[in-house]
């Protein structure tokens, strides 16, 4: 809808004709900011483009191809699908667009998925399968749910109730539970109690990520119910894609804003860089070691908090009432620097592309299931970054990032380190 | 829509099947429009097509190659750096091949004897940046950073920067070209070894094929290589800060300075520009555009558009801003110098300085140039002309009073008479205006207003960058020149006679007065028959 | 009617001869180029004649020699293949001053001597190369890209638009002055660029193959209010090429060149031939010369923070340099200097490269400056090679564009009287060109048999020229045999 009523509602990919038809190529969804642009080397931030070259891949081409599909001038075929869902949604190009034009390019792209899916051509193939484990086993892995609190030890303490509750997510529950039992161990140490769900069950990320909304839906449903019984003040993540899903994304599919939900949405990081500058939490261990931070896309640019809006856009396509856009310029940025300058020993060098330049460690919202090669390159992109500027390890706020990197360093060779930031915050407090 | 199959498998052979592509969802992904540079206009409508095919060369051989089996097959085909310049730049034919350059992104760099070597993929930003590390700098052109540093120093390439450091074509050294024919000239010292340092010809200077005064959008070769001027600069660092949207450049303010004067009418303006020019000091020289200030000040579209209907045309009239750009290249003393005399010529003249952020957005790394479609949707720099101050300013008035016949659709800027600077110390000056408009409502208005400009350009004696492929050959041919045309067409022709390198340019616009029906009364010249 | 009978009417009876005295001025010039007789000589006044000319000569299939100066140095201007030459001198107006655009517009025919006078009335100069002959046409000498002294203005070269006649007999107007009606028109010729392609640039370095420029907008700049001439004796070229690396980039200066003891002298002498001796054996290899300058405002002030960053240059990074404002044991030298460099060679004295034995050839090429100890070397071994006395050899190099290149240049003297001395500088000369150009030095302007060397070599180059020339000269008319045509 070019003039008219409107709204952010992604199920209907007509709220955003107006977005895909104004962009105007101008690639600010590609290359690095270019104040920030660090030369010849390191200088883009979609790695889609980046990877498979093609204009198409870029939100310059996808703009158009969505005008296309929403005008029917397009049918579904692989390459269609190809070029709808080898992307990490990663929001640098919604990140980007929004620094010169305000275009809702990300909103753009989950409501092509949508239409996608609704359309019955989509999503990938894997991401069916992902998606059956997810009902039947509550988990994207398909291991068994009974086992999904397995990674808690006997010296962790877990509060029947609490202020805060610990929401785990499925890959530091399965695939890294390092993470789940350093995060716990630094709330007891804290004096932080907390509380765990019940009966925790996904978050829905991969879901709501490529386009399966209703199921996403009926999940954060659920889930949202469970976490308002409980009583939390806040849901406490470790994983900056469940961060993102709660804190934006459930409040976007129940039509509310993230201020509604109830209760705060807070990474650990927010935390624990609160809790250090209120000194309460002393990092005190030496960890000696040059490293350097990947920001995780979820935690960082798409975090701004929803606030749903609807209205009419008019002449020279403003809109009204006024629209308070999400640029990821309030994203989790500093909190997770300032903690790993506060370990003492710590030498943080920043990577060239950092904030929200960051480059994608390539695995979020349903790539690593259905494109596990380009998953691997965007990570290995990534790596390389790490060692030009001299680190002898990376450090992450999410197990998705953390898990793709470690994969792809192992396959390499690499003796790059890769730490989840809880490992190391607790590490500096427990030694 | 098909490229032949023989042609498309011996193209398939010289690139390797994962850089070459006919698949509709890849083809649409190069469509020029619906927006962009000039876009949502009827040329863009009516004379662009998305490709039959899109290809990425490597190499200046792979280039060669692939222009030599589109001459066997006739198959045309248009070359691509980013897609950035809008509809002339893509696409006009059916089955035509889209050579996308993007993979050429090779880049040298030889500080001591200033210039870099860059590919066509390289664009303003990644260059700059590579400069200033090393105490050069480059312009960025007004199209912004992420213009492809070959394809804007062949149809731009200037700036406010422009001032102290000129033109583009002298800024052009040693050049690869791939004629349409396929065959390669190297230019300047490439043509005797191979280093690019030095730009000019062996005897006659074949950069003259190279550009014209805004370009050739592609019609007469492809270029693969071109060996960038760079200029020394100043020692400090000029800091990235903030997050986006809010990320500007921090200015070193002992090295670096922008100010800004309120003056006290247009005349002094160009008074105060003179004498600058006279005393020889200064990096920049440019009168701002008021919008621009709505632009900076609003932190959204509908923000600037309650910001901008306070105007009107008395608040234009008495509001005169300055802006000039100081640099210390040599010392901090030469700076403080430099502000002083600039004191001196502010206060004979009446101006008075502003309070001016030490920050710059524009125009060392040009970052916010894709601001300009934020008000409106629909943007183009109508005329853009480099000729004196003396010629800059009754160009901008006469052109102001033309826009108001046209306004709507043309969005309303109460007569603002255009952007103006000083260049090349005085000896130029530079006229631009920019218009805006809503592109979902109807745009004829400001076609004809495109053609309109060219004819009152002829009518008042105005140099204009219409020229070449921008407005109909055969409407501005007789009156430049006169018949530049037909120099041009001699030359295409010999350098193209299958007119396979993007076709119908240089005639695009001749066709697309042609086939517009709302175009076709306003054609008051003769032309014969369109290839 | 004959050829010689249309040529008159266009020109007037005055204005035409085909007296073999009088053509026998135009066969040969002071270059080393085989002499070259034309059938005809004609002077126009206007760019009319100038298209009848032309328009006759094609119909006719005869050359057209175009000339615009009375002496010349490198044979461009001699017909190899018979013809008309058309001599431009008569076309010798100054059209416009232009003060607020600092622009001069003047005919080809306007000479060094006149533009640097009439431009000084008004406080203006043109850039210039090195002491040019006074009777040289000061557009051609910028349209055939002679290197000038002054590198501080970053725009670079001072051609803007121009009117030719094209080898078709069109009349034509390059760049902005392409606008109807021009000069009568807001458009004042300020910018060289288009309309459509850069013609400006397929003119330049054409030797008037491409066409006859009947008159061209040059920027002047403001002459300066105060200068001061600083000399730097030379021993190390490596070491001065890196201060002047380190300067440049700072944009110091106006004029800045090195010239060897036998140039300098050669310039500097004023009783001849005892100064010139003395000043030869006296002065040191190579001797550097940067003027720096206060402009219109503050001009002190300005003198004195370049003087600033000079010393502190000098003290923190280069301290074997020794800059003076004088150069020790050659008093009043700076005095002399800022002449030599602000005005045309006096037409009263004998041309420079003339004074010590009537002739000189000389070798220009651009290059990287690190390159010219190597080149200098080069040269000297080849002068041996023929017994040339290598103190004979003068040398200059002139810095580029803040230094990022430079023109070197040989001057290599001889008495253009003696049979023995011109044969063997002419193979000196044919040697010493191909073994510059084979270890990198760029001939960009193809004088004579260069031509031959260079497009050899470039041979892509030479094909696409000969592709335009042949758009713009069907007939193949404008001074064949000349380049690669």
């Given at each position: ?111 092509l998925r949508i239409k996608a899916v609704k359309d019955g051509k989509g999503p990938m193939p894997a991401h069916k399968k992902a998606a059956k484990k997810i009902t039947e086993k509550h988990n994207r892995f398909g291991s068994p749910h009974e086992k999904r609190n397995k990674w808690l030890t006997k010296d962790i303490k877990v509060a029947k109730k609490a202020d805060v509750l610990y929401f785990v997510g499925c890959s530091a529950a399965y695939t890294n539970p390092e993470i789940a039992k350093a995060t716990a161990k630094i709330l007891n140490a804290a004096g932080t109690p907390f509380m765990l769900m019940p009966d925790e069950w996904c978050c829905g990320n991969m879901l709501y990520s490529v386009g399966m909304i209703d199921e996403a839906r009926e999940l954060a449903k659920r889930n949202l119910e469970a976490v308002r019984k409980s009583g939390a003040k806040t849901l406490l993540v470790s994983c ?192 | ?531 | ?311 502190d240059i000098i003290k923190n990074e280069f301290s074997e340099i020794q800059l003076d404002n004088n150069l020790p044991g050659f008093p009043g030298m700076g005095r002399k200097l800022i002449t030599v460099l602000r005005q045309p060679w006096p037409k009263k004295t004998p041309y420079w490269k003339h004074r010590y034995l009537g002739g000189c050839q000389s070798i220009f090429f651009i290059t990287r400056p690190g390159m010219a100890p190597q080149f200098t070397d080069m040269m000297e071994e080849v002068a041996a090679q023929y017994g040339y006395p290598v103190d004979d050899i003068g040398g200059y190099i002139q810095p580029i564009e803040h230094n990022r290149a430079c023109q070197m240049q040989f001057d290599i003297f001889y008495d253009p009287d003696s049979e023995v001395d011109v044969e063997l500088v002419r193979s000196l000369y044919r040697d010493a060109i191909s073994v510059l150009a084979s270890q990198g030095a760029l001939f960009t302007r193809p004088y004579g048999e260069l031509a031959d060397l260079v497009y050899e070599s470039a041979t892509g180059y030479a094909t696409a020229l000969r592709r335009v020339k042949k758009v713009f000269d069907p007939n193949n008319i404008m001074n064949p045999g000349t380049l690669c045509y």
């Amino acid at each position: 809808m070019l003039k008219g009523k409107v709204s952010l509602d992604v199920t209907n990919l007509d709220n955003f004709e107006y977005d895909m038809s104004k962009c105007i190529k101008c690639k600010g969804c590609y290359w690095v900011d270019h104040i920030y642009m660090p030369g010849v080397n390191f200088s883009t931030r979609c790695p889609s483009a980046t990877r498979y070259v093609f204009d198409s891949y870029g939100a310059y081409g996808k703009m158009r191809i969505g005008l296309a599909m929403l005008e029917g001038r397009m049918e579904y075929s692989d390459e269609l699908l190809k070029t709808l869902y080898a992307c990490t949604l990663c929001g640098a190009c919604d990140v980007g667009c929004k620094r010169n034009l305000d275009l809702e390019i990300e909103l753009s792209l989950e409501a092509l998925r949508i239409k996608a899916v609704k359309d019955g051509k989509g999503p990938m193939p894997a991401h069916k399968k992902a998606a059956k484990k997810i009902t039947e086993k509550h988990n994207r892995f398909g291991s068994p749910h009974e086992k999904r609190n397995k990674w808690l030890t006997k010296d962790i303490k877990v509060a029947k109730k609490a202020d805060v509750l610990y929401f785990v997510g499925c890959s530091a529950a399965y695939t890294n539970p390092e993470i789940a039992k350093a995060t716990a161990k630094i709330l007891n140490a804290a004096g932080t109690p907390f509380m765990l769900m019940p009966d925790e069950w996904c978050c829905g990320n991969m879901l709501y990520s490529v386009g399966m909304i209703d199921e996403a839906r009926e999940l954060a449903k659920r889930n949202l119910e469970a976490v308002r019984k409980s009583g939390a003040k806040t849901l406490l993540v470790s994983c900056a894609e469940g961060y993102r899903t709660w804190k934006v994304d459930y409040p976007k599919m129940l039509n509310i804003s993230t201020d509604d939900l109830g209760f705060k949405v807070v990474h650990l990081t927010e935390l624990v860089d609160e809790l250090i500058k209120k000194e309460e939490l002393k990092l005190t261990r030496p960890i000696d070691m040059r490293l350097t931070y990947h920001d995780s896309c979820s935690l960082s640019r798409l975090s701004d908090p929803w606030t749903p809006w609807k209205g009419e856009r008019g002449k020279w396509g403003m809109v009204s009432p006024g629209l308070e856009r999400r640029r990821g310029t309030g994203g989790v940025y500093q909190p997770p620097r300032d903690i790993l300058k506060a370990i003492p020993g710590v030498e943080l060098v920043e990577m060239i592309r950092m904030k929200e330049n960051a480059f994608c460690c390539g695995a979020g919202r349903g790539t690593i299931e259905a494109f596990p090669d380009f998953a691997a390159w965007a990570a290995e992109q990534r790596l390389f970054e790490a060692k030009t500027v001299g680190a002898e390890a990376i450090v992450a706020t999410c197990p998705w990032c953390k898990d793709n990197f470690a994969r792809v360093a192992r396959q390499n060779g690499e003796d790059l380190k890769i730490y989840d930031i809880s490992e190391l915050i607790l590490a500096s407090i427990e030694g | 829509m098909a490229i032949s199959k023989e042609a498309y498998k011996v193209l398939e052979a010289i690139v390797g099947e994962e850089y070459i592509s006919s698949d509709p969802v890849v083809c649409e992904g190069y469509r020029s429009g619906p927006s962009g540079y000039e876009a949502g206009l009827g040329y863009e409508r009516v004379m662009t097509k998305i490709p039959g095919g899109v290809i990425l060369p490597l190499t200046t051989e792979e280039v060669q190659k692939i222009v030599r089996v589109c001459n066997r097959y006739k198959v045309p085909y248009v070359p691509y750096s980013t897609g950035w310049y809008g509809p002339r730049s893509h696409c006009h034919v059916d089955d035509e091949l889209l050579i996308d350059l993007k993979r050429m992104d090779d880049f040298e760099i030889d500080e001591r004897h200033l210039y870099a070597v860059v590919g066509s993929g390289v664009i303003y930003s990644q260059l700059q940046e590579e400069a200033m590390k090393r105490g050069c700098y480059i312009i960025v052109g007004g199209g912004g950073s992420q213009c492809s540093a070959i394809a804007n120093m062949l149809g731009d390439g200037w700036s406010p920067l422009s001032y102290r450091i000129g033109l583009p074509h002298r800024r052009i050294l040693g050049t690869e070209l791939v004629l349409p024919d396929g065959e390669l000239v190297k230019m300047g010292s490439l043509a005797l070894q191979d280093d690019p340092f030095w730009g000019e010809g062996l005897g006659p200077d074949l950069r003259g094929l190279l550009r014209g005064f805004t370009g050739l959008r592609g019609c007469l070769g492809i270029v693969t290589k071109m060996a960038i001027k760079l200029l020394p600069f100043q020692p400090e660092r000029l800091t990235p800060t903030g997050i986006s949207p809010h990320t500007a450049l921090e200015l070193p303010s002992n090295r670096v300075k922008w100010i800004n004067f309120t003056m006290p009418s247009k005349e002094s303006m160009k008074k105060a520009m003179f004498e600058m020019a006279r005393a020889e000091i200064g990096a920049g020289a440019t009168k701002v555009p008021i919008f621009w200030r709505a632009i900076a000040k609003a932190s959204c579209k509908e923000e600037y558009w309650d910001i901008w209907s306070k105007e009107s045309e008395e608040t234009i009239s008495g509001f005169h801003l300055l802006r000039v750009l100081l640099v210390g290249f040599g010392s901090e003393e030469q700076m403080e110098y430099e502000e002083r005399v600039l004191n001196d010529i502010i206060t004979e003249i009446g101006g008075e300085a502003r309070r001016t952020r030490p920050t710059d957005e524009s125009w060392f790394k040009n970052a916010d140039s894709a601001g300009m479609w934020l008000m409106c949707g629909g943007y183009v720099s109508v005329d853009y002309v480099i000729e004196t101050l003396e010629h800059a300013l009754p160009h901008g008035e006469n052109y102001a009073k033309l826009k108001r016949k046209f306004t709507p659709p043309l969005m309303p800027d109460y007569g603002d008479p255009g952007w103006f600077q000083s260049f090349e110390l005085g000896h130029q000056g530079y006229s631009e205006f920019l218009v805006y408009w809503d592109p979902d409502e109807n745009t004829d208005g400001v076609d004809h207003f495109y053609l309109e400009t060219s004819k009152e350009n002829i009518r008042k004696r105005f140099y204009t960058s219409l020229l070449g492929p921008h407005q109909p050959l055969y409407l501005t041919g007789p009156a430049y020149g006169p018949n530049y045309h037909k120099w041009m067409l001699a030359v295409k022709d010999e350098f193209d006679p299958n007119f396979l390198s993007h076709p119908p340019v240089p005639l695009a616009h001749d066709e697309f007065v042609e086939k517009a029906a709302w175009m076709r009364p306003m054609k008051d010249w003769k032309s014969p028959k369109l290839p | 009617m004959t050829v010689k009978s249309k040529l008159r009417e266009i020109v007037g009876p005055d204005n035409f001869s085909d007296d073999p005295e009088v053509l026998d001025k135009y066969s040969k010039d002071f270059s080393l180029v085989p002499a070259g007789v034309p059938n005809y000589l004609v002077k126009p006044k206007t760019a009319q004649e100038v298209q009848k000319i032309i328009q006759l000569a094609n119909k006719n299939r005869l050359p057209v020699v175009p000339t615009s100066s009375s002496v010349h140095f490198n044979g461009a201007a001699i017909p190899k293949q018979g013809g008309v030459i058309a001599d431009l001198t008569r076309m010798n107006r100054i059209l416009e001053i232009d003060e607020f655009n600092r622009r001069v517009r003047m005919e080809v025919g306007v000479t060094w001597e006149k533009a640097t006078r009439e431009l000084a009335k008004k406080g203006f100069r043109l850039m210039m190369p090195l002491a040019p002959h006074p009777m040289r046409s000061a557009v051609i000498d910028h349209l055939e890209r002679e290197v000038i002294t002054n590198t501080v203005y970053d725009y670079g070269e001072p051609m803007q638009s121009m009117e030719v006649v094209w080898p078709t007999g069109e009349i034509f107007r390059t760049g902005s002055a392409s606008v109807a009606g021009y000069p009568d028109s807001p458009s004042k010729g300020a910018n060289p660029s288009g309309p459509g392609l850069d013609f400006y640039r397929l003119l330049q370095g054409a030797q008037g193959t491409m066409g006859i420029v009947t008159w061209a907008n040059l920027k002047i700049e403001y002459l300066p209010t105060i200068d001061k001439v600083l000399f730097a004796p030379v021993d190390d070229l490596d070491y001065t090429t890196d201060f002047l690396h380190r300067i440049l980039k700072l944009r110091i200066g106006q004029e800045c060149l090195l010239l060897d003891n036998t140039d300098l002298a050669a310039l500097a002498a004023e009783n001849w031939p005892d100064d010139f001796e003395e000043l030869r054996a006296t002065l040191p290899p190579w001797t550097l010369i940067l003027v720096i300058s206060g402009m219109a405002r503050r001009p002190e002030e300005k003198l004195q923070y370049e003087e600033n960053m000079l010393k502190d240059i000098i003290k923190n990074e280069f301290s074997e340099i020794q800059l003076d404002n004088n150069l020790p044991g050659f008093p009043g030298m700076g005095r002399k200097l800022i002449t030599v460099l602000r005005q045309p060679w006096p037409k009263k004295t004998p041309y420079w490269k003339h004074r010590y034995l009537g002739g000189c050839q000389s070798i220009f090429f651009i290059t990287r400056p690190g390159m010219a100890p190597q080149f200098t070397d080069m040269m000297e071994e080849v002068a041996a090679q023929y017994g040339y006395p290598v103190d004979d050899i003068g040398g200059y190099i002139q810095p580029i564009e803040h230094n990022r290149a430079c023109q070197m240049q040989f001057d290599i003297f001889y008495d253009p009287d003696s049979e023995v001395d011109v044969e063997l500088v002419r193979s000196l000369y044919r040697d010493a060109i191909s073994v510059l150009a084979s270890q990198g030095a760029l001939f960009t302007r193809p004088y004579g048999e260069l031509a031959d060397l260079v497009y050899e070599s470039a041979t892509g180059y030479a094909t696409a020229l000969r592709r335009v020339k042949k758009v713009f000269d069907p007939n193949n008319i404008m001074n064949p045999g000349t380049l690669c045509y």
